[in-house]
């Protein structure tokens, strides 16, 4: 026993006390997710700015571990190799002490939680105490006196490398990013499971159209592996019970929902979801969540009313010709009038969106008027909550490749709706929260390829199919 403790113990005292020093380290770092626990509040502002260059931080000892066991087999020809790679060890170590802690502090700070934080932290706790251990030992491996636990603690801190980067990689696009585009053999082949989620099965209005825009935007920060504020959106029944904030959903109140309040409020708002630089729901997810919920956020019910949503009928596409030499007048245009001309695409056929959410109390008839030069490359006009009117149609008419038209919260109507009859690629009209009536939408039965027409909340909105 003594032998075997002359072994592995230093003699030097300061090398003891490092030992020491490094045992006393380790055993703070296991016991770090008990004495500060990741309780899913957010806590003070200064915590998640701090924490926010983990990201940044993390890179850092992925690229000096990687290079560690490059240095040390080039090292065999050149001593100088191998000398640095003890010095690339050690700043390893530094830049894992760093990445834990602005982690540590970016999940408590912003009240992230669930399984996936907690995988993700442990790996990065094993991995530290990986690389530390690998510091004391290879000085043994370079002397000759112990030539197996050095590469060993190398090759299981490499492993825990790529495991926690799994990890953290799942917490940031999702754990399906892999294997949500895997061929099914190779699926099979690496039996990847294909079990369907809560919202994928059955016929409800809920499973068939508000789950799957949760799970595209909101779950890959709200789910299982990750619960921001305490809140999960990957089922029906964790949707309804909310989350540290408050409820997410109160049925039939959509002022009183924290979820839609989020998702509208204005992009660079402080509280505006989905967060981390991702787009905002489109208007039509959001014409259905408003109105899911206005109509009592029922996990069953088939259809709402006013809500009208049919399978494509694979229209084809038509293209809209080249604006590439009006791209200099349209952008001067767009510093005046505040609204966006947005590329559908890179290719210029594929036309333009006509986008107002920055300005849209501001911006009425006279302004759409305006935007008529460049009618023929508009594709679909963003109009939702403006100041524009019945008179907006005479000028939606002129627009003849539209193919989708965002009236919701306005002012409009219906007087005049019978001059978009001419546009044979619309499918898509959305006049949700408007005073349209079931007579004004009487000249729209004659487009045949209009698929979609959103009547929430509005004089024209049937009612509700009865249910069993």
Known sequence: MGAAADRWLPQNPRLRRTWGAALALSLGLVLLPWVA?????????????????????????????????????????RAS????????????????????????????????????????????IVLTIGVLASVLARPWWVR???????????????????????QGGSLTYGSGYLTAYMPPPMKQMLLVDVIQRDGDAGGSFYAAHIHPVLDANCVSCHGATKMSGGLRLDSYDALMRGGKQGP?????????????????????????????????????EITWLR???????????????????????????????????LMPEIKLMQQGLGAKLLQVSQKPSDGLV???????????????????????????????RTAVTDASFATLAKFTNLRAIHLEGTAVTGNGLAKLTGLTQLTYLNLSETKVTAAALAPLKSMKN???????????????????
């Open 354 to 384: 006509l986008y107002t959410v920055d300005v849209a109390s501001n911006f009425g008839d006279a302004q759409l008027a305006q935007f008529a030069k460049f009618a023929p490359y508009i594709v679909e006009v963003e109009l939702g």
């Open 144 to 166: 000759g006196s112990e030539e197996r636990v050095y590469p060993a603690l190398l090759g299981v801190t490499l492993t825990a490398l790529l495991w926690t980067a799994h």
């Open 37 to 77: 626990r990741l309780d899913g509040k957010q806590h003070a502002n200064w915590l998640q700015f701090i924490g926010r260059f983990h990201p940044l931080a993390i890179h850092i000892p992925i690229g000096l571990l990687v290079l560690v066991p490059l240095l040390e087999i080039a090292g065999k020809h």
């Open 248 to 284: 997410a959903i109160v049925p039939g109140k959509p002022e009183a929902s924290l979820l839609l309040t989020r998702v509208t409020l204005p992009p660079d708002h402080k509280g505006f979801m989905p967060a981390e630089g991702r787009p905002p729901l489109k208007p039509e």
């Open 81 to 124: 190799l191998r000398e640095a790679a003890g010095l690339v060890l050690e700043l390893a170590f530094v830049g894992c002490l760093l990445a834990l802690t602005l982690g540590y502090l970016l999940a408590y700070g912003s009240g992230d939680a669930g399984s996936g934080v907690t995988r993700h932290m442990w790996g990065g």
């Open 450 to 468: 209009l698929q979609n027409v959103y009547l929430d909340n509005t004089p024209a909105q049937p009612a509700p199919a009865a249910t069993e």
């Open 291 to 325: 109105a899911w919920v206005l109509q009592g956020a029922s996990a069953t019910a088939t259809n709402l009313a006013g809500i009208s949503i049919q399978a494509p009928k694979g229209l084809p596409i038509q293209p809209v010709g080249d604006y590439s030499a």
